[in-house]
């Protein structure tokens, strides 16, 4: 069967790291490369969790560092759920993986101009990277077959009242991004609220074994002591593996067209978006907004996958 070729862009980050390898273990997936955005915690940590997680899981991978700032304002960060490192207590042995020399942007272009065929692009984090390739290369849209995108959110925000993380660290980029007219899928919490792991699933995947199943427990065991801390949970979303299920099988997932926009200028209400389910704004539609998940089938990949990497290390 023909592989889809992909693009991730992520700031790992917890979940970012179970998307991470629920895309490497699967061999439906043919990754391109993996650029890194600021946003969960800063450049240089993101780029460190994603190059030392390549080089243990998928060497081969090339792996480009991405902007350090969003595009008009300060970075905001996360560190209260990713910890200081953006993986918790997790420490990732160095393999001596390098960055790429070219930037995150530059490295889309690349590649996407070498590539015969279009490449999907995964987005996980803040959409800096991808708004500036678009502003620098414009000519290239044409060749991105569409955006997966974490982000956004009709729920309620979980940064603002109304705003979610992604969307509020670079609203700017993000606003480029929905109105570039690529295809997009979005997976905002509207969905991935739903798509969480429990306690004892996570002991069912601690129980797996292997080096896989240790990476993906610390992180997500990290992301979980924060919701039981603050929201008294026990049970933590999984936002970002949402995008890579989807690319997997979307027969998990339900959702609908809709008009997506981002709101740059309200006093309380920046980097809220809005999904317009009942059509209110007679707006053209710009995604395909995912509301509903089989969560059961959705944890049954995570589990999957870290099985089958229980081979590479
Ligand atoms: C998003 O924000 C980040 O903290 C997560 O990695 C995810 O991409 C959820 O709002
Ligand atoms: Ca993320």
Redesign the pocket.
């Known amino acids: 069967m023909k592989k889809i070729p992909i693009i991730i862009d992520?700031?790992?980050?917890c979940?970012?790291t179970i998307a991470l390898l629920l895309a490497f273990a699967n061999d439906k997936l043919d990754i391109k490369g993996v650029t890194v955005s600021a946003?969960?915690v800063n450049i240089y940590n993101t780029s460190e969790n994603a190059r030392k997680l390549i080089g243990v899981f998928r060497r081969e991978i090339k792996v480009a560092k991405g902007c350090e700032k969003p595009m008009f304002k300060t970075i905001v960060t996360a560190p209260e759920v990713h910890g200081e490192s953006g993986l918790g207590c997790l420490i990732l042995p160095e393999k001596n993986k390098k960055l790429e020399e070219l930037n995150a942007v530059e490295f889309l272009a690349k590649t996407l101009k070498e590539s015969s065929e279009k490449i999907t692009i995964v987005i996980?984090?803040p959409m800096t990277n991808i708004a500036v390739f678009l502003i620098a290369y414009p000519e290239l849209k044409e060749k991105i077959e569409k955006f997966v995108i974490?982000g956004g959110s009709s729920i309620g925000g979980n940064v603002t009242p109304s705003a979610e993380f992604?969307i509020y660290v670079d609203a700017e980029a993000a606003d480029i991004v929905f109105k570039s007219g690529v295809r997009i899928i979005l997976c905002p919490l509207d969905v991935t609220m739903k798509a969480f792991i429990t306690e004892k699933e996570l002991e069912e995947i601690k129980a797996i074994g292997g080096y896989a199943s240790e990476v993906a427990y610390g992180a997500i065991k990290n992301a979980l002591d924060f919701y039981k801390e603050f929201y008294n949970k026990h049970e933590v979303p999984m936002?970002?593996p949402c995008t890579i299920a989807y690319l997997l099988n979307k027969n998990i997932f339900k959702g609908k067209e809709v008009f997506v926009g981002v709101e740059l200028r309200g006093e309380f209400t920046y980097g809220e978006t809005i999904i317009d389910y009942r059509n209110k704004f007679f707006k053209e539609k710009n995604a395909l907004s995912l509301n509903e998940i089989d969560r059961i089938e959705f944890v049954n990949m995570i589990k999957v996958a870290v099985t089958k990497l229980k081979t590479v290390v």
């Open positions: 992520c700031d790992p980050g979940d970012d946003g969960n996980t984090g974490m992604n936002h970002d």
